[in-house]
Nanobody
Framework: QVQLVESGGGLVQAGGSLRLSCAAS????????MGWYRQAPGKERELVAV??????NYADSVKGRFTISRDNAKNTMYLQMNSLKPEDTAVYYC?????????WGQGTQVTVSS
């Protein structure tokens, strides 16, 4: 069974940085995509950044500020978030899509104060 565990969230002032981690346990085969989503209060979950078909894609709102990366040896994916804004406040989820199913982590809260 695959589990995704996020960490690294917290409270930061606007302009600050955080690095989120997503550690995967178990084996996932035939991965189609893996990435980060976020959900702010009262809003739908939205894509932040994703590895898909050999490339990376970012939401327009985070381009130039966020960077997705991964360490395959550690089965860990990261999201480096710089120049954070209050509108980045949300619960951040990591996500892995295989040919069989989709996996989600439990989420980690990021709060950016103005």
């Amino acid at each position: 069974q695959v589990q995704l565990v996020e960490s690294g969230g917290g409270l930061v002032q606007a302009g600050g940085s955080l690095r989120l981690s997503c550690a995967a346990s178990g084996s996932v085969f035939a991965i189609n995509a893996m990435g980060w989503y976020r959900q702010a209060p009262g809003k739908e979950r939205e894509l932040v950044a994703v590895f898909i078909r050999g490339s990376t894609n970012y939401a327009d709102s985070v381009k130039g500020r966020f960077t997705i990366s991964r360490d395959n040896a550690k089965n860990t994916m990261y999201l480096q978030m710089n120049s954070l804004k209050p509108e980045d406040t949300a619960v951040y989820y990591c996500n892995v899509v295989s040919t069989i199913t989709t996996y989600w982590g439990q989420g980690t809260q990021v709060t950016v104060s103005s």
